[in-house]
Each structure stands twice: as structure tokens, then as C-alpha cells.
């Protein structure tokens, strides 16, 4: 594990399943058609509850750099922040990734939350490169606990031993 903090805030890099953490949001990567979708999404699903589905069916869509909000069922967290992130070789990835953080960090101020869970948005399916999304993760998380949030604890989620270079290389820039 990881960590910096900002202030009276903490953003953080552990290792797990986000399904699992203890948070009250976790952050989950979706296409357009708000759909979960197989692989993981089809676990949220079997784990939460067909709910969460309904849900975002209710929705419809999610357009890319944008976050919505649904129950996560019977997941130990209350919410899941759906977002829409850039995909691979898509054009100015990473204006995208930085406005669906940004956008998913809203959601959960919205919702009140003070701990948050973030995945390595985009880097399995949609193969944005790791040390992009690091960078860009890392940096506007950083920069919004900076600037007067309510979030406590920001925790980047990191599944694959590959993710755990780059963002610790990036939690340790500049300490």
C-alpha cells in the first residue's frame, strides 16, 4: 500500500477486489449504453443484485467523461459510480479520463461520501495505456482533495499485479 496526503485528506493505493472494500462508493467503468455488461460488470451484477441493471436501464446512457449514480444492491458499499471512460487510441484520452474522474468525484460529493473507490479506469477491455492513467488518475484526485472536498479518502483499487508500477511510481513523485 501506498499513500499520500493532502492536508487533512488521504488518497491511497491498496490492492483487492473494489467490490469488497470497505467505502460507500466505488467507481465502475461502463459503456455508453449503461449496460454492466460480462466479465466483471457481469460479477457486480450476480453480487449486487439485478437491481443495479434496472437502474441504470432507467438512466440509458452514459456519454463518455460523464458519471452516474446507482445503489449497489447488496454490495457492502451503498453506491456504485458508473463512468464512461475514454477507450484505447480514442481521440485526447486523456482529456477524457481526466473529466470522468472529475465527474466521478462529483457524484460522490453529491452523494456525500467520504470514502471513494476508484478502479484503474480504462486499463483492462479498453487498454489505456497504465502510465496515462496513473498520471492523470493520481493528479486530478490529488488536485481535487486540494481544493476544499469533503472526501476523506480517496482509494485507487488495483486488481492486476501489472497496475502496481506506475501508480506506485507516480504516489512517490515528488515526496
Do not use: W
Request: hydrophobic share 40%; charged share 30%.
Amino acid at each position: 500500500m501506498v499513500e499520500r496526503t493532502i492536508g487533512d485528506k488521504r488518497l491511497r493505493m491498496v490492492r483487492g477486489d473494489i467490490t469488497e472494500i470497505d467505502v460507500e462508493a466505488f467507481v465502475f467503468d461502463i459503456t455508453e449504453n449503461a449496460k454492466l455488461g460480462s466479465g466483471f460488470g457481469g460479477a457486480i451484477q450476480q453480487r449486487g443484485g439485478i437491481a443495479i441493471q434496472k437502474e441504470l436501464d432507467e438512466i440509458g446512457s452514459v456519454p463518455t467523461g460523464e458519471a452516474v449514480v446507482t445503489q449497489a444492491g447488496i454490495l457492502k458499499a451503498d453506491y456504485i459510480i458508473h463512468v464512461n471512460g475514454p477507450k484505447f487510441r480514442e481521440e485526447d484520452e486523456k482529456h477524457k479520463l481526466e473529466s470522468v474522474v472529475k465527474s466521478a468525484l462529483a457524484r460522490a460529493e453529491e452523494k456525500g461520501v467520504k470514502r471513494v473507490a476508484f478502479p484503474p479506469i480504462g486499463t483492462g477491455m479498453y487498454q489505456v495505456p497504465l502510465d496515462l492513467c496513473a498520471n492523470v488518475m493520481v493528479d486530478t484526485i490529488s488536485r481535487h482533495l486540494a481544493n476544499g472536498s469533503n472526501l476523506d479518502e480517496v482509494l485507487i483499487v488495483v486488481r492486476d499485479p501489472r497496475e502496481i508500477t506506475p501508480f506506485e511510481a507516480k504516489f512517490k513523485e515528488g515526496v
